[in-house]
C-alpha cells in the first residue's frame, strides 16, 4: 500500500513539475546574437519568439507578442557595453535573459586644445605623382587654425575648418528615412591641399600637423623663431603615422591586371568605373593608397586597382597602345558580333542608353585609323556605328541599334576585340523559347532569418520552385541554380546562367535592414536591376509586387549586386518581403503567400515580353 501510494505521489509531482516547466516562457533572441558589436547610431532593433501568450518587455519597454510567439523592438541604445533585458510572463511564471551588446562610442569633439589620433587623412602610406594636387586632413578642436608640413618641404601649408555636417550613415541614406541625429554632427574637421612639384619628390615623407590657438606668422619651420612662435601662438602638433612618397613625372611603373574579371573603380574602394576587364590587361601606375594602386589610362581619366589585382612588372616593360582601321560586324545565331582588331588587348568602357538604343564603346591607350565599316546585310540589329577620336588615346564608338538590347559581352581573342550583342529572342504571346534562370538566393548560407528561426535560404527555394512552375507553364526553359540545399557559392551562379545561355536572370531573396535602421518603418517589396538594359524588366515586376503582396513599396533600386553584374543577359533582384518583419515572416510560410509573389514575379515577366513583342511588330 505505501509502495503504490509513494508511486502515485511520484506521478503527480512530476505531473505538476511538468505542469510548472510548461507554464515556464521561453526567451529565444535570434538577432542581435550575445556580445555583437552592433553598427548603430541611437537605436537598433531586437527580434525573436517567446512561447505564445507569453507577455514581453523590453529593458522596460512592453513588446507586442505575435500570436505566434514573435516579436520585433526598435528601441534605444547607449554607447559603450550595453545589454537588452528581456522579461517574458506567462500566468504565474517569468523568465529573464540578457543579451550583453558592445555599441561604438559617438566621436566626441575635443574642448582642450587637441589633435584626434585615429581622425588623420591618409591613414595609411600613400604614394603620388609630381604634379597631383593632394589633399590631407585631421580632426581636432574647433575653431582654430590649422597647418600641416611635408618634410620634404620646410614650409607650412594652411587648412580651413569645413562646417559642421551631419555624417551620413549610408544605412539609414539608402534604407531608412534619411534622418541624421545631432550625434553625427562633426566640427572640428580641418583640410588643406597641396600641389606636389620637384621640390616634393622623395620616399616616405612625414607629415605633420599644427593646431594653433593664434594664427601662425611664420611657416618656414627653419626659422630660429619657429619653435618660440609655436609656444607663444599656444599650438598642438602631432604627426601621422602615415607617410607620402612622391615619384618624379618621368618615373615610369607598369602593372599588369591578373583577375579573370578585373573591376576598375574611380577611386580607393569606391564606385565602379568599368567592369569585366579580361586578365592581361596592362596599366601605368600612378600611385598608391588604400591598398589600390592608380592607374593611369589616358590623360585626364585614372582608375584604381586592387592590390591584390595587379601584379608590377620590372623596369622598362611596355604598356601596348593600338590602332585599327576596319570594323566588321557579321550576323550569328542569337546576335552580332562587332570585331576590330587594335594589335593589342587594350583597357575599354561600355554604356548603354536603353531610351536611345544606344551602345558607347570607349577603347583607350588606342589612336582611330578606321577608314572602313563592314556591316553584315543579313542583320537588322544594328542600324549604324559612328566613331570618333573623343580624345588622344580615346577611341569612342557610338552604336545604333533598331531594337531593345537583352544583353552583350566583351572578349579579346588574341589581339581581336569582339563585342557581341545579344538580341531579342523570338516572341509570342507566352513565354516559349525564352531562356529564364531563377536563383534561389542564398545556401549554404542561411541568409536572413525570422522571429521563429525561418531562413530565408528556404524561403527563397519554396519561392522560386513556384515560380518555376509557372513560368514553365508559359512554356518558358527554366533552370535553377539549386533546387534544394546543396552549397552553391555566390559567384558561381553568374557562371551557371552564362553556361545555360540565359535570356533573363532572376534572383530571388527576402530582406532585412541594417542595424540602427527602424523596420517597422521601413520594410516592403522592392526590386533591384544593376545594367540600364534591365530597368524595364524591374520595374514591371515591381509594378506588380507591390499590389500582390499588399506590402509597402520599399522601392525600385539600381543595386551593385554580384549576380545581377554580368551583362551577357537581363537580369533583376526581387526582394519580395522583409524575414524580421513577424507577419511578412508568417505569412512567407504560407504556400498563398508565396504562390502571390511567384504570380507577381512571372506577371511581370509577360508584361515585358509583351511590351517587346509590340516593339518587334512596330519595327517590321
Given at each position: 500500500?505505501?509502495?503504490?501510494?509513494?508511486?502515485?505521489?511520484?506521478?503527480?509531482?512530476a505531473?505538476?513539475?511538468?505542469?510548472?516547466a510548461?507554464?515556464?516562457?521561453?526567451?529565444?533572441?535570434?538577432?542581435?546574437?550575445?556580445n555583437?558589436r552592433i553598427t548603430?547610431?541611437?537605436?537598433?532593433?531586437i527580434?525573436g519568439?517567446?512561447?505564445?501568450?507569453s507577455?514581453?518587455?523590453?529593458n522596460?519597454?512592453p513588446v507586442?507578442?505575435?500570436p505566434?510567439?514573435?516579436?520585433?523592438?526598435?528601441?534605444?541604445?547607449?554607447?559603450?557595453?550595453f545589454?537588452f533585458?528581456?522579461?517574458?510572463?506567462?500566468?504565474?511564471?517569468?523568465?529573464l535573459?540578457?543579451i550583453?551588446?558592445?555599441?561604438?562610442?559617438?566621436?566626441?569633439?575635443p574642448?582642450?586644445?587637441?589633435?584626434?589620433?585615429?581622425?588623420?587623412?591618409?591613414s595609411?602610406?600613400?604614394?603620388l605623382m609630381?604634379?597631383?594636387l593632394w589633399?590631407t586632413g585631421?580632426?581636432?578642436?574647433?575653431g582654430l587654425?590649422?597647418?600641416?608640413?611635408?618634410?620634404?618641404?620646410?614650409?607650412?601649408?594652411?587648412?580651413?575648418?569645413?562646417?559642421?555636417?551631419?555624417?551620413?550613415?549610408?544605412?539609414?541614406?539608402?534604407?531608412?528615412?534619411?534622418?541624421?541625429?545631432?550625434?553625427?554632427?562633426?566640427?572640428?574637421?580641418?583640410?588643406g591641399?597641396?600641389?606636389?612639384d620637384?621640390?616634393h619628390?622623395?620616399?616616405?615623407?612625414?607629415?605633420?600637423?599644427y593646431l594653433?590657438r593664434k594664427p601662425?606668422?611664420?611657416?618656414?619651420?627653419?626659422?630660429?623663431?619657429?619653435?618660440?612662435?609655436l609656444?607663444?601662438?599656444?599650438c598642438?602638433?602631432r604627426?601621422n603615422?602615415?607617410?607620402?612618397?612622391?615619384?618624379?613625372?618621368?618615373?615610369?611603373?607598369?602593372g599588369?591586371?591578373?583577375?579573370?574579371?578585373?573591376?576598375l573603380?574611380?577611386?580607393?574602394r569606391?564606385?565602379?568605373?568599368?567592369?569585366f576587364q579580361?586578365?592581361?590587361?596592362?596599366?601605368?601606375?600612378?600611385g598608391?593608397a588604400?591598398?589600390?594602386?592608380r592607374a593611369?589610362?589616358?590623360?585626364n581619366?585614372?582608375?584604381?586597382?586592387?592590390?591584390?589585382?595587379?601584379?608590377?612588372?620590372?623596369e622598362g616593360?611596355?604598356?601596348?597602345?593600338?590602332?585599327?582601321?576596319?570594323?566588321?560586324?557579321?550576323?550569328?545565331?542569337d546576335?552580332v558580333?562587332?570585331?576590330?582588331?587594335?594589335g593589342?588587348?587594350?583597357?575599354?568602357d561600355v554604356?548603354?542608353?536603353?531610351?536611345?538604343?544606344?551602345?558607347?564603346?570607349?577603347?583607350?591607350n588606342?589612336?582611330s585609323?578606321?577608314?572602313w565599316?563592314?556591316y553584315?546585310?543579313?542583320?537588322?540589329?544594328?542600324?549604324?556605328?559612328?566613331?570618333e577620336?573623343?580624345q588622344?588615346g580615346v577611341?569612342?564608338?557610338k552604336?545604333d541599334?533598331?531594337?531593345?538590347?537583352?544583353?552583350?559581352n566583351?572578349s579579346?581573342?588574341?589581339?581581336?576585340?569582339?563585342?557581341?550583342?545579344n538580341?531579342?529572342?523570338?516572341?509570342?504571346?507566352?513565354?516559349?523559347?525564352?531562356k529564364?534562370?531563377?536563383?534561389?538566393?542564398?545556401?549554404?548560407?542561411?541568409?536572413?532569418?525570422?522571429p521563429?528561426?525561418?531562413?530565408e535560404?528556404?524561403?527563397?527555394?519554396?519561392?522560386a520552385?513556384q515560380?518555376k512552375?509557372?513560368?514553365?507553364?508559359?512554356?518558358?526553359?527554366?533552370f535553377?541554380?539549386?533546387?534544394g540545399?546543396?552549397?552553391?557559392?555566390?559567384?558561381?551562379?553568374p557562371?551557371?546562367?552564362?553556361?545555360f545561355d540565359?535570356?533573363?536572370?532572376?534572383?530571388?531573396?527576402n530582406?532585412?535592414?541594417?542595424?540602427?535602421?527602424?523596420?517597422?518603418?521601413?520594410?516592403?517589396?522592392?526590386?533591384?536591376?544593376?545594367?540600364?538594359?534591365?530597368?524595364?524588366?524591374?520595374t514591371?515586376v515591381?509594378?506588380r509586387?507591390?499590389?500582390?503582396?499588399?506590402?509597402?513599396?520599399?522601392g525600385?533600386?539600381?543595386?551593385?549586386?554580384?549576380?545581377i553584374?554580368?551583362t551577357e543577359?537581363?537580369?533583376i533582384?526581387v526582394e519580395?518581403?522583409?524575414?524580421?518583419?513577424?507577419?511578412?515572416e508568417?505569412?512567407?510560410?504560407?504556400?498563398e503567400?508565396?504562390?502571390?509573389i511567384?504570380?507577381?514575379?512571372?506577371?511581370?515577366?509577360?508584361?515585358f515580353?509583351e511590351k517587346?513583342?509590340e516593339?518587334?511588330?512596330?519595327?517590321?
Open positions: 500500500m505505501l509502495r503504490t501510494m509513494i508511486a502515485i505521489l511520484t506521478i503527480l509531482l505531473c505538476s513539475v511538468s505542469a510548472m510548461q507554464d515556464i516562457p521561453k526567451i529565444e533572441v535570434i538577432y542581435p546574437t550575445p555583437q548603430a547610431v541611437d537605436s537598433t532593433f527580434f519568439n517567446v512561447t505564445p501568450g507577455e514581453l518587455t523590453i522596460k519597454t507586442t507578442v505575435h505566434n510567439g514573435a516579436f520585433l523592438a526598435f528601441l534605444p541604445i547607449k554607447s559603450g557595453k545589454a533585458a528581456l522579461e517574458a510572463k506567462l500566468r504565474n511564471q517569468k523568465t535573459k540578457e550583453p551588446l558592445e555599441v561604438p562610442e559617438p566621436y566626441i569633439v574642448e582642450s586644445l587637441a589633435i584626434v589620433k585615429g581622425y588623420m587623412s591618409p595609411s602610406d600613400v604614394t609630381e604634379g597631383d589633399s585631421f580632426r581636432g578642436t574647433p587654425h590649422g597647418y600641416f608640413l611635408v618634410s620634404t618641404k620646410k614650409t607650412l601649408v594652411p587648412m580651413t575648418e569645413s562646417p559642421p555636417v551631419p555624417q551620413s550613415y549610408w544605412a539609414q541614406a539608402v534604407f531608412g528615412e534619411g534622418d541624421f541625429p545631432d550625434s553625427l554632427l562633426v566640427k572640428g574637421s580641418y583640410n591641399n597641396l600641389q606636389l620637384n621640390t619628390i622623395g620616399d616616405t615623407a612625414e607629415i605633420t600637423y594653433c601662425l606668422r611664420l611657416w618656414d619651420s627653419r626659422d630660429r623663431q619657429f619653435p618660440r612662435q609656444d607663444s601662438c599656444k598642438t602638433v604627426r603615422d602615415a607617410r607620402v612618397t612622391v615619384w618624379p613625372k618621368s618615373k615610369v611603373v607598369v599588369e591586371l591578373t583577375d579573370s574579371t578585373q573591376t573603380r574611380v577611386g580607393p569606391k564606385g565602379y568605373f568599368s567592369v579580361p586578365r592581361g590587361l596592362r596599366v601605368r601606375v600612378t598608391f588604400n591598398n589600390h594602386y593611369r589610362l589616358v590623360e581619366q585614372d582608375v584604381w586597382v586592387s592590390d591584390s589585382s595587379i601584379r608590377l612588372l620590372p616593360s611596355r604598356i601596348p597602345s593600338g590602332e585599327f582601321a576596319l570594323i566588321r560586324t557579321r550576323r550569328v545565331d546576335g558580333t562587332i570585331t576590330f582588331t587594335p593589342a588587348q587594350l583597357p575599354f554604356d548603354y542608353d536603353p531610351l536611345r538604343h544606344q551602345l558607347v564603346l570607349d577603347v583607350f588606342c589612336t585609323s578606321i577608314d565599316i563592314r553584315d546585310a543579313t542583320d537588322s540589329m544594328i542600324a549604324a556605328i559612328d566613331f577620336q573623343l588622344v577611341v569612342r564608338l552604336i541599334l533598331n531594337e531593345t538590347l537583352w544583353g552583350y566583351c579579346y581573342d588574341g589581339n581581336q576585340f569582339i563585342l557581341k550583342l538580341r531579342r529572342p523570338q516572341l509570342s504571346n507566352t513565354l516559349r523559347g525564352i529564364i534562370v531563377v536563383d534561389p538566393g542564398h545556401s549554404p548560407d542561411p541568409g536572413a532569418s525570422g521563429t528561426g525561418y531562413k535560404k528556404d524561403a527563397n527555394l519554396a519561392i520552385l515560380l512552375e509557372l513560368l514553365e507553364k508559359e512554356e518558358a526553359t527554366v535553377m541554380t539549386r533546387s540545399d546543396t552549397p552553391l557559392p555566390l559567384y558561381e551562379r557562371v551557371l546562367a552564362q553556361g540565359a535570356d533573363i536572370f532572376i534572383s530571388i531573396h530582406n532585412a535592414v541594417p542595424d540602427g535602421v527602424n523596420p517597422l518603418a521601413n520594410n516592403g517589396t522592392s526590386t533591384f536591376y544593376y545594367h540600364p538594359q534591365s530597368q524595364e524588366l524591374a514591371l515591381h509594378r509586387m507591390v499590389p500582390a503582396t499588399e506590402l509597402n513599396d520599399y525600385l533600386y539600381h543595386g551593385n549586386f554580384a549576380v553584374r554580368p543577359y537581363l537580369s533582384l519580395c518581403a522583409f524575414m524580421m518583419i513577424p507577419e511578412q508568417m505569412a512567407l510560410q504560407t504556400e503567400f508565396r504562390g502571390k511567384a504570380r507577381a514575379i512571372c506577371d511581370g515577366v509577360l508584361d515580353v517587346e513583342s516593339r518587334s511588330r512596330e519595327n517590321r
